[in-house]
C-alpha cells in the first residue's frame, strides 16, 4: 500500500510541475515595508528581502541625459543696481538629471517570478 501511495504523490507532483511549466512567469503584488535594507511584504505571506530582490529601473533612482531649449523669463530685482537689472538666460543642449524613482515605504508594487526562481523582479509601482 504504501508504494501504490507514493507513486500516486509521484503523479501527482509530475503534473503539478507540468501544469506550471506552461507558465514560466508568475505575478505577484506586494508592498514595500522596509526600504534599508529592502523588504517587500508579498500577498500577506511572505517578506522578501534584499538578495531576493532584482530592481527594474522603474523603481531606482537613475542618472538620463535630456535634450532642453528654454529661455528663464525676464525679471529684474535687487536694490535697482545696474548689475539687478531684468535680465534672462537660456537653457540649451543636452543636460544630464537625476530620476528620483527609488521605492518608499508603502509603494505597491508589482513583482515577476520566473518558475521554479527564488528571485523575483520588483517590474513597477501599482499607483498610489
Known amino acids: ?3 501504490a ?8 507532483r509530475a503534473a503539478r510541475e507540468a501544469v506550471e511549466a506552461g507558465k514560466p512567469v508568475s505575478v505577484y503584488f506586494g508592498e514595500v515595508v522596509g526600504v534599508s535594507p529592502l523588504k517587500i511584504s ?8 534584499e538578495k531576493q530582490l532584482l ?4 523603481v531606482t533612482d537613475f542618472e538620463t541625459e535630456v535634450s532642453i531649449g ?4 525676464s525679471k529684474s530685482g535687487g536694490s535697482g543696481e545696474s548689475a539687478f537689472a531684468s535680465h ?11 530620476v528620483h524613482n527609488g521605492l518608499v515605504a508603502g509603494d505597491k508594487v508589482i513583482l515577476l517570478r520566473q ?14
Open 1 to 3: 500500500m504504501a508504494d
Open 5 to 12: 501511495n507514493e507513486l500516486v504523490g509521484t503523479l501527482k
Open 42 to 49: 508579498v500577498e500577506q505571506k511572505l517578506i522578501l528581502g
Open 55 to 58: 530592481l527594474s529601473r522603474n
Open 70 to 73: 528654454w529661455q528663464t523669463e
Open 88 to 98: 534672462s538666460h537660456a537653457v540649451q543642449g543636452r543636460k544630464k538629471i537625476t
Open 115 to 128: 518558475q521554479g526562481g527564488q528571485k523575483f523582479i520588483v517590474w513597477d509601482r501599482t499607483g498610489k
